[in-house]
């Protein structure tokens, strides 16, 4: 759900577009495609972090699947840790296989935590 929401929100900013590049090798001028990656990546960073430290540990995608993401110990998570949990989702998620990774680690792990769970000491727990 969050990723829908997150795809919805960066569409605009993610679009490709063309600019005129130098090749200094053949000393030519040519035009390549460039897609706006940064925009998405920094819009889902910040849709995880704020909404995780801020919303009581909850997206709304949790919020709708009655669960949140809490600290290990089961406190309110910090807006540290929500940094760090985000920032560890949005580079593996953005990094090929390492985000399939990242969700397939829930699987073998006996607390069911993901690896950016495992980067910021937090768990997904229900609400």
């Known amino acids: 759900m969050d990723a ?3 795809g919805i ?3 605009p900013f993610t679009y490709s577009s063309w600019t005129d590049v130098y090749d200094e090798r053949t000393g030519v001028w040519h035009t390549e495609q460039v897609t706006h990656w940064f925009w998405g990546f920094l819009i889902g ?3 995880y972090w704020l909404f995780h430290a801020y919303w009581n540990g909850q997206t709304p995608g949790k919020k709708i ?3 949140r993401v809490v600290r290990e110990n089961g406190a309110r998570i910090g ?3 929500a940094a760090v949990r985000a920032i ?3 580079v593996l998620t953005a990094t090929c296989c390492l985000g ?3 969700l397939i680690w829930i699987l073998f792990d006996r607390r069911k935590q993901a690896l950016h769970d ?3 000491s937090t768990l997904v727990v229900d609400a």
Request: hydrophobic fraction near 65%; aromatic fraction near 20%; avoid cysteine.
């Open 9 to 11: 929100l960066s569409t």
């Open 4 to 6: 829908i929401i997150v």
């Open 100 to 102: 399939f990774i990242d």
């Open 65 to 67: 699947f009655h669960m």
């Open 88 to 90: 560890v989702f949005v």
């Open 118 to 120: 495992k980067a910021a």
């Open 79 to 81: 807006v540290g840790q």
């Open 45 to 47: 960073f910040l849709y």
